[in-house]
């Protein structure tokens, strides 16, 4: 029988839906193996009907989210996150570096009307989460992935796997020896075959943390190619802000800044 599906979006740009929805041909095909119940980006609306499997997209950035995820969890019985924002919190994330009533204020001409948590934070600080699919926005291979296991019953095994190594078997020349482009690459999880090396530009993550990142020895390494403690920290606040891995470079590259200025 077909896995039931409702997609949900929280705090986003929509990017991974559209992602799901532009999929073209394979779509059709993935149509086969799944109902979709809710998705209104699809123009489905039905967000509490039980579900095989809950998609979810976007960050937990307002009261609102929280509680739509609380019964997006209630009503489904695989949780899977879909991209940066659901996953780690997002680009939106970089303003959990500051204090959020400043903000509001620089930005809004009324910043009273603007009712949002402190925090963006990723999907898993507040319900269980089955499995997680990262990057930004996630890749056809990712869904397709996950929907031919879930069919099968099981969950795909995580691969977090540098993008240094996609690289080394497409047997590209690495930017970073070669061409001193700083390349988040050893750090990072791939899942997109390495496409920016293969263009000549440095990797920026868009796929998170990898499996035993190195952020130290990376960082060190960006710093003798000239990069200022700056330069570093906007390297790992990328994306990615909020996880502990670039967060330790964020914090460690900042006390650096702040002596510069002293
Ligand atoms: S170009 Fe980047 S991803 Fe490729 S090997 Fe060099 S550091 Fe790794
Ligand atoms: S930024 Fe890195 S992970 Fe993202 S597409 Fe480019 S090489 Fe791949």
């Known amino acids: 029988m077909a896995l039931t599906v409702a997609v949900h979006k929280l705090t986003s740009c929509s990017g991974c839906q559209l992602a799901f929805l532009n999929q073209g041909p ?57 991209g940066a924002c659901a996953t780690s919190g997002g680009v939106q994330a970089l303003r959990n570096m500051a204090n959020v009533d400043v903000w509001k204020r620089a930005v809004y001409a009324r910043p009273d009307f603007i009712d949002t948590l402190a925090d963006s934070t990723p999907v898993a600080e507040h319900v269980k989460v089955d499995f997680e699919l990262w990057g930004c926005p996630v890749t056809q291979a990712q869904l397709d992935q996950l929907i031919l296991q879930l069919s099968r019953g099981v969950l795909p095994k995580d691969d977090a796997e540098k993008v240094c190594m996609a690289c080394k078997r497409a047997q590209q020349v690495c930017v970073m020896v070669t061409r001193q482009e700083p390349c988040m690459g ?36 960006f710093a003798g190619l000239g990069l200022q403690p700056e330069e570093i920290v906007q390297r790992f606040a990328g994306i990615h802000s909020h996880t502990p891995s670039h967060q330790a470079q964020i914090k460690r590259w900042q006390q650096l800044i702040v002596k510069e200025i002293e």
Do not use: W
Not at 194 to 219: H, I, K, M, T, V
């Open 186 to 221: 050893p750090v990072v999880r791939t899942g997109c075959g390495a496409l920016c090396p293969s263009f000549g530009r440095g990797c920026y993550g868009c796929f998170g943390p990898s499996e035993q990142p190195n952020g130290d020895s990376l960082a060190n390494r």
């Open 26 to 82: 394979a779509l059709l095909s993935l149509m086969e193996k799944v109902t979709f119940v809710h998705f209104i980006e699809a123009g489905l609306y039905d967000p509490n009907t039980p579900v095989d499997l809950a998609l979810v997209e976007g960050s937990v950035t307002t009261k609102d989210d929280l509680e739509r995820l609380k019964q997006v969890r209630a009503h489904c019985r695989y949780l899977v996150t879909m």
